[in-house]
T-cell receptor, first 113, second 115 residues
Framework: AQSVTQLDSHVSVSEGTPVLLRCNYSSSYSPSLFWYVQHPNKGLQLLLK??????LVKGINGFEAEFKKSETSFHLTKPSAHMSDAAEYFC???????????FGTGTKLQVIP | DGGITQSPKYLFRKEGQNVTLSCEQNLNHDAMYWYRQDPGQGLRLIYYSQIVNDFQKGDIAEGYSVSREKKESFPLTVTSAQKNPTAFYLC??????????????FGDGTRLSIL
C-alpha cells in the first residue's frame, strides 16, 4: 500500500519570507512524486514532479522540492513568499503499475502582507 | 490550447434527480479520472478509465456512474442514490494509467449543490 501525509493542514507566512510545505510518503516501489497547487474554485495545476532524474526539482513560480529517500520526504519550498502564492497545495504519489495516484489531504498556505 | 473542459461550473440537484457532469479533453490522453473534493479530505477517486469503453470503480463509486464512449469524453452521473452529493467534482486526464511519471491534468471543476 502507498500513502501520502501532508504534515500541516494550514501554514501561514509573511510576504517575503520562506515557505516550507511538508510531505512524507510511503511506497514499496520507486515513486514518482508531484506537487500541485489549487486556487479557489479551480482545478489542480502541476508545480513540479520528481521522477528519479535529480533529487532537487525546480518547478514553476520559484518553487522547488527535494526528494529525500532516507527520510521518505518530498518537502516543497520557496525562498520568498508572494501574495499570489496563497492557495492550497497537494502532494501526490505514483508508485507505478496498477497503483492509482494517491493525493495528500492538502495544505492551505496563507500569505500575510 | 489543449486542456480539459468541465461543465457546468455550478450545478444544483433536486431531491431524487440524476444529474450529469461533463468532462471533455483535447489532450489525446488515454486515461481519465473523476475525483470528489470535500473540505479537509483532499481528493477521493470516484471512477477512472484507462481506455475507451472501459472504466473501473475508484474508492467512492457508490451512487455514481460513468461512461467512456469516446476518447475525449468521460461524463459523470450523480444518481439519486448518492445521498450526500454536495461537493466539488474534478475531472482529470493523463497519458496512460500504466505510464508512471506522468502528471494528471485537471479541469476547473463543477460545484454541485442540493436544492
Amino acid at each position: 500500500a502507498q500513502s501520502v501525509t501532508q504534515l500541516d493542514s494550514h501554514v501561514s507566512v509573511s510576504e517575503g519570507t520562506p515557505v516550507l510545505l511538508r510531505c512524507n510518503y510511503s511506497s514499496s516501489y520507486s515513486p514518482s512524486l508531484f506537487w500541485y497547487v489549487q486556487h479557489p474554485n479551480k482545478g489542480l495545476q502541476l508545480l513540479l514532479k520528481y521522477t528519479s532524474a535529480a533529487t532537487l526539482v525546480k518547478g514553476i513560480n520559484g518553487f522547488e522540492a527535494e526528494f529525500k529517500k532516507s527520510e521518505t520526504s518530498f518537502h516543497l519550498t520557496k525562498p520568498s513568499a508572494h501574495m499570489s502564492d496563497a492557495a492550497e497545495y497537494f502532494c501526490a504519489l505514483d508508485s507505478g503499475g496498477y497503483q492509482k495516484v494517491t493525493f495528500g489531504t492538502g495544505t492551505k498556505l496563507q500569505v500575510i502582507p | 490550447d489543449g486542456g480539459i473542459t468541465q461543465s457546468p461550473k455550478y450545478l444544483f440537484r433536486k431531491e431524487g434527480q440524476n444529474v450529469t457532469l461533463s468532462c471533455e479533453q483535447n489532450l489525446n490522453h488515454d486515461a481519465m479520472y473523476w475525483y470528489r473534493q470535500d473540505p479537509g479530505q483532499g481528493l477521493r477517486l470516484i471512477y477512472y478509465s484507462q481506455i475507451v469503453n472501459d472504466f473501473q470503480k475508484g474508492d467512492i463509486a457508490e451512487g455514481y456512474s460513468v461512461s467512456r464512449e469516446k476518447k475525449e469524453s468521460f461524463p459523470l452521473t450523480v444518481t439519486s442514490a448518492q445521498k450526500n452529493p454536495t461537493a466539488f467534482y474534478l475531472c482529470a486526464s493523463s497519458r496512460g494509467f500504466m505510464i508512471s511519471n506522468q502528471p494528471q491534468h485537471f479541469g476547473d471543476g463543477t460545484r454541485l449543490s442540493i436544492l
